[in-house]
């Protein structure tokens, strides 16, 4: 099978189990942005130990990789149901919400906005939470569609990513003995 079908020439592409659309859908800019963030993650991944990602949090990254495919998924299809793709539920959500407290337990309280940036992982790690923040975005337009259904879990589930991903940066600045960039107002 070869990888270039020819069949999206026209910019449109094929949905699982369901019609063709253009490539500007906002089904495919949902599904696409989360793919944009997995992406991300697998440059943190790729960042490796030299960058303060240890085997555990590789494991988290990878783990959630594996969730945000699945996610993509039953955006890809107009009737994840049908498919059994429902995947993500309440359970995922809340191992995302006891990590962030996991990491978050050794970082000082923050007291004003911080910019992006610091060590190599952290600033990828910032810039995979603003995707992540779009990709929530996108996700909600889809919901807001007469006829989709999307489940709660996604969206609650991409809402904790980004703040997970946040605390994942601060902590990689704090193993580095980089200091939070603090947001100062512009004279």
Same mark, same amino acid.
């Given at each position: 099978?070869?990888?270039?079908?020819?069949?999206?020439?026209?910019?449109?592409?094929?949905?699982?189990?369901? +019609?063709?659309?253009?490539?500007?859908?906002?089904? $495919?800019?949902?599904?696409?942005?989360? #793919?944009?963030?997995?992406?991300?993650?697998?440059?943190?991944?790729?960042?490796?130990?030299?960058?303060?990602?240890?085997?555990?949090?590789?494991?988290?990254?990878?783990?959630?990789?594996?969730?945000?495919?699945?996610?993509?998924?039953?955006?890809?299809? +107009? #009737?994840?149901?049908?498919?059994?793709?429902?995947?993500?539920?309440?359970?995922?959500?809340?191992?995302?919400?006891?990590?962030?407290?996991?990491?978050?337990?050794?970082?000082?309280?923050?007291?004003?906005?911080?910019?992006?940036?610091?060590?190599?992982?952290?600033?990828?790690?910032?810039?995979?939470?603003?995707?992540?923040?779009?990709?929530?975005?996108?996700?909600?337009?889809?919901?807001?569609?007469?006829?989709?259904?999307?489940? #709660?879990?996604?969206?609650?589930?991409?809402?904790?990513?980004?703040?997970?991903?946040?605390?994942?940066?601060?902590?990689?600045?704090?193993?580095?003995? $980089?200091?939070?960039?603090?947001?100062?107002?512009?004279?």
């Amino acid at each position: 099978m070869k990888i270039y079908t020819r069949t999206g020439d026209a910019g449109s592409t094929g949905l699982f189990g369901g +019609p063709r659309v253009s490539k500007d859908d906002v089904r $495919i800019e949902a599904y696409g942005t989360v #793919d944009e963030l997995n992406a991300a993650l697998g440059c943190v991944r790729a960042a490796g130990a030299a960058a303060g990602v240890d085997a555990a949090l590789d494991q988290q990254i990878a783990q959630i990789q594996h969730e945000l495919f699945s996610i993509g998924a039953e955006l890809a299809t +107009p #009737d994840p149901d049908a498919h059994d793709l429902r995947v993500i539920g309440t359970g995922h959500v809340a191992r995302i919400e006891d990590w962030i407290d996991q990491h978050e337990s050794g970082l000082e309280p923050l007291k004003q906005f911080i910019l992006p940036g610091g060590a190599h992982a952290a600033s990828i790690l910032h810039l995979a939470r603003a995707i992540c923040r779009r990709a929530e975005r996108r996700v909600v337009t889809l919901a807001d569609q007469e006829g989709v259904e999307i489940s #709660d879990a996604v969206i609650v589930y991409l809402n904790r990513l980004s703040d997970y991903l946040f605390v994942l940066s601060r902590e990689m600045n704090s193993q580095a003995g $980089i200091a939070d960039v603090p947001w100062k107002r512009p004279e």
